[in-house]
């Protein structure tokens, strides 16, 4: 996968993006201090931040853009974002990368809102979806990778930003419900009208009878 051009010239090298299945986004040793040295014009401190969050969050931004280069572009405004307004962060309990996926939905929201087009997994890469539960298990495994794209983007924006977020980026709800400022019980809904709503499209409804 091509770099992302580093958003501070000269101070936040290039960080290759990879389709590793172990990449997930818990919160950074001595997170605290990074964010406050971040704050204080450190361009170390952010570069650490960056290097640790760019991977979830541009894989959050493809899966739910599908170009990479205007996945790469929209990582690139998300980071240029956080950096020029990371003064007013106050930190709240939860990962900083909580605060960056606030950003990443809206800089998302933006781009469909400026190109009047639908969401389309149509040319996602097979291997950021890594195999999740909820794509396998949860359908009981009887269908492809190609119907799992086709019928994603079909649900409501809520509904794929939970799906990616606790079953491909293994967030937990209250992380989730933070990032999208809905309570864990919206969440917990959202994601099961969303698997309900996977599944009636991706298992034919005699398949299902037969699996109950």
């Known amino acids: ?25 818990p919160m950074l040793e001595d997170e605290k201090r990074l964010i406050q040295g971040a704050q204080r014009g450190e361009t170390s401190c952010f570069s650490a931040l960056y290097d640790h ?3 979830p969050i541009y894989r959050f931004i493809y899966l739910k853009v599908t170009h990479r280069e205007a996945a790469e572009d929209l990582a690139h405004d998300v980071f240029l974002s956080a950096w020029q307004n990371i ?8 990962p900083f990368g909580s605060w960056l996926y ?25 291997n950021l979806l ?20 086709n019928s994603i983007r079909t649900l409501t924006q809520d509904q794929q930003d939970v799906l990616i977020m606790k079953f491909i980026e293994d967030l937990p709800h209250p992380q989730i ?14 994601q099961h009208r969303a698997l ?7 298992v034919p409804e005699n398949n299902m009878g037969n699996s109950a």
């Open 53 to 55: 969050y760019l991977p």
């Open 1 to 25: 996968m091509e770099k992302i051009v580093p958003i501070i010239a000269g101070a936040i090298p290039k960080t290759e993006v990879t389709n590793s299945s172990a990449i997930r986004s």
């Open 196 to 202: 309900k709503e996977l599944k009636k499209r991706l």
């Open 87 to 94: 003064g007013g962060y106050e930190m709240q309990g939860f």
């Open 102 to 126: 606030q950003i990443a939905r809206n800089k998302v929201i933006d781009f469909y809102r400026l190109r009047k087009n639908n969401t389309s997994l149509e040319q996602m890469d097979a």
């Open 177 to 190: 419900a933070h990032i999208i400022q809905k309570s864990q019980g919206a969440v917990r809904l959202i």
């Open 130 to 149: 890594k195999a999740d539960p909820v794509l396998e298990v949860s359908v009981d495994r009887i269908f492809t990778l190609e119907e799992v794209k």
